[in-house]
């Protein structure tokens, strides 16, 4: 069973700069997993950040940024603002029309 | 603009079945396929199950397993997630997402608003 891992929480300052990961429980995250980045508000549709390790999705202002970093997949978001305040999923692409999401990672900005 | 637009709230008994309905406009519907991805109270985001639209072909997840089928059709643009059996366990919101898989990219850009489908004796 793949466990794909992220922080539970995180806390940044406005203004301030943080970086959320995405791991897997066995092994590295690489592009070939075609990471992608959401954000949940409650009570709206998740809104699609980055796909593709680091392509920003239509609208996405470009304080938000994919990358890898080591073995993992990385969210940062430079200059937090207080709209930024929601949870945030990663998913992986396991290949053959499978998907696992992360456990998401719930970003206080105060 | 792409829009995918799901079906109203469900109300069911345990045991039942629900489907839920996500119409799509705005693009070439058999150019993409459709996730499906739901939310249960205090929980994460759960990976359904996606249908490759051209094709027919579906994967689902594991604990799926027979008791999900999605389904499309092409003439209203609409895709379809009949969940059986239902638990309570199954009470969440679901959601429909335009799926693109090629060689460069796996993943979901456009979200329908959701369907809440609560499972209450």
């Known amino acids: 069973q793949t466990v794909v891992t992220q922080e539970p929480s995180f806390s940044v300052s406005p203004g301030g700069t943080v970086t959320l990961t995405c791991g897997l429980s066995s092994g590295s995250v690489s592009t070939t997993y075609y990471p992608s980045w959401y954000q949940l508000t409650p009570g709206q549709a998740p809104r699609t950040l980055i796909y593709s390790t680091n392509t920003r999705s239509s609208g996405v202002p470009d304080r938000f940024s994919g990358s890898i970093l080591g073995n993992k997949a990385a969210l940062t978001i430079t200059g937090a603002q207080a709209d930024d305040e929601s949870d945030y999923y990663c998913v992986l692409y396991m290949g053959s029309g499978n998907w696992v999401f992360g456990g998401g990672t719930k970003l206080t900005v105060l | 603009q792409v829009q995918l637009v799901q079906s109203g709230a469900e109300v069911k008994k345990p045991g039942a079945s629900v489907k839920v309905s996500c119409k799509a406009s705005?693009?070439?519907?058999?150019?993409?396929?459709i996730s499906w991805v739901r939310q249960a109270p205090g929980q994460g985001l759960e990976w359904m199950g996606w249908?490759?639209?051209?094709?027919?072909?579906?994967n689902y997840a594991q604990k799926l397993q027979g008791r999900v089928t999605m389904t499309t059709d092409t003439s209203t643009s609409t895709a379809y997630m009949e969940l059986r059996s239902l638990r309570s366990d199954d009470t969440a919101v679901y959601f429909c997402a335009r799926t693109t898989v090629n060689d460069l990219r796996g993943d979901f850009d456009y979200w329908g608003q959701g369907t809440l489908v609560t499972v209450s004796s």
């Open positions: 705005g693009y070439t519907f058999i150019s993409y396929g």
């Open positions: 249908i490759s639209v051209f094709n027919d072909n579906t």
